[in-house]
């Protein structure tokens, strides 16, 4: 019979801000992520799921790389990263190199549900012919995860733990505060 595990507790936690607030709302968000999570592990939490869906006009989300790098640094200095999984429901992952890059900042699991959505939506409209949405998304995690093996070989790397939080890419643009911070 399977029983939810006890051991395992999630949060959620929504990566975004108000538009209005300008570069110091932002920077207040930014802030604000770090302090919740560290709350709802304090709380017990095991899984830390960073979530940028709920944008509307009022409401614009924080980029996921940058929660993610954000958040799992912030845990690391305070002596947490260990106890909590991060997990990133973001709209943001419809390639490889996406997905890469959020698991080597830190991200445990990844739920891509706008590239999944988009992908049912064009099975339903027969763009697939007769392939069901169920076989077309499970066709694109088949894809996602021959890739991030092809990644992490290229870098490298023979295991998702050893990759996991490596931080295996260089930055390129930003500025310096950033990179650090993330």
């Known amino acids: 019979e399977d029983m939810p595990d006890p051991a395992f507790k999630s949060a959620r936690i929504r990566c975004v801000f108000p538009r209005s607030g300008g570069v110091e709302g932002y920077e207040a968000a930014l802030k604000l992520l770090c302090d919740r999570a560290e709350a709802v592990i304090r709380k017990g939490a095991t899984l830390l799921v960073l979530t940028d869906r709920g944008q509307d006009e009022e409401t614009v989300p924080i980029p996921m790389l940058q929660a993610v790098g954000l958040i799992h640094h912030h845990l690391i200095e305070k002596g947490m990263r260990m106890r909590a999984s991060i997990i990133a429901d973001t709209g943001t992952v419809l390639d490889v190199h996406t997905l890469a890059i959020l698991i080597s900042f830190g991200t445990s699991a990844v ?72």
Do not use: D, H, N
């Not at 999944?116 to 069901?132: F, H, M, N, V």
């Not at 894809?143 to 998702?160: F, H, I, N, Q």
């Open 111 to 182: 739920c891509p549900y706008l590239a999944c959505q988009a992908i049912r939506a064009t099975a339903l409209s027969g763009e697939y012919g007769s392939t069901t949405p169920q076989k077309a998304v499970a066709r694109f995690f088949e894809a996602m995860e021959k890739g991030l093996l092809k990644v992490m070989a290229k870098r490298g790397v023979s295991t998702l733990r050893s990759y996991c939080g490596a931080q295996l890419f260089t930055a390129i643009g930003l500025g310096r505060k950033l990179v650090k911070q993330c």
